[in-house]
């Protein structure tokens, strides 16, 4: 219940705008920047809160970004779910409070810091050998294409989204917070793969 909950707020596909009648105001980037970090909703479970500029940005773990707007300089709201997220600080250190749908659900920040994944080069013939369709539960693959040098998923009634290495097998997406790993059998051949998303690890065998 506790991470179902939490996933209303960071949707990796945004919902409609809700309605409101929150005035946002500035506040200044030495502020913001005393929020950022990686804050621990529920295990396995994590909010990202980052500073692009003087826009700041909360990432639920296996999800998409958000941009976060201020009504104080403790209060936050995002424009596409009716939320707040209030930041403070106890004896304990900072922490942020989600409040959503008459719920508070309290997180203390475990890092001043937001781990970012670096892309290196990976020669195109390891990137052609990933190429093909995995299975994710029947019904449901993960398609994955060569485009250029460019590696490509689409799963199964989604659009396509580029994945870019960290490693020789393993690979990220930009816009959510995710992993895919594949993997070879003895003879060197891509046999599977798996999607680390959130709390979740999701295993697709190669057809």
Not at 159 to 185: H, M, Q, R, T
Request: proline share 5%; glycine share 8%.
């Amino acid at each position: 219940m506790t991470q179902r909950f939490v996933a209303v707020l960071l949707l990796a596909s945004y919902c409609l705008a809700q309605t409101t009648d929150r005035k946002e105001i500035t506040v200044s980037s030495s502020i913001l920047s005393k929020y950022v970090g990686t804050y621990q909703m529920a295990p396995g479970a994590n909010m990202m809160i980052t500073l692009a500029g003087d826009q700041l940005m909360s990432q639920m773990s296996g999800q998409g970004k958000i941009p976060l707007f201020a009504e104080s300089e403790t209060m936050f709201f995002p424009k596409v779910v009716d939320a707040e997220i209030e930041f403070g600080t106890d004896d304990k250190g900072r922490y942020l409070i989600l409040h959503q749908n008459g719920r508070d659900m309290r997180a203390p920040r475990t890092s001043d810091t937001v781990a970012e994944k670096k892309e290196i080069s990976v020669a195109p013939a390891i990137l052609a050998a990933y190429v093909g369709t995995y299975e994710l539960r029947p019904g449901f693959d993960m398609v994955v294409t060569l485009e250029g040098n460019q590696l490509i998923t689409q799963a199964t009634g989604q659009g396509k989204l580029p994945i870019f290495p960290e490693s020789e097998n393993k690979f990220f997406p930009k816009l959510i917070d995710a992993e895919i790993e594949f993997f070879k059998d003895a003879t060197g051949s891509v046999t599977s793969l798996i999607l680390h998303q959130g709390p979740n690890e999701i295993k697709g065998t190669r057809k």
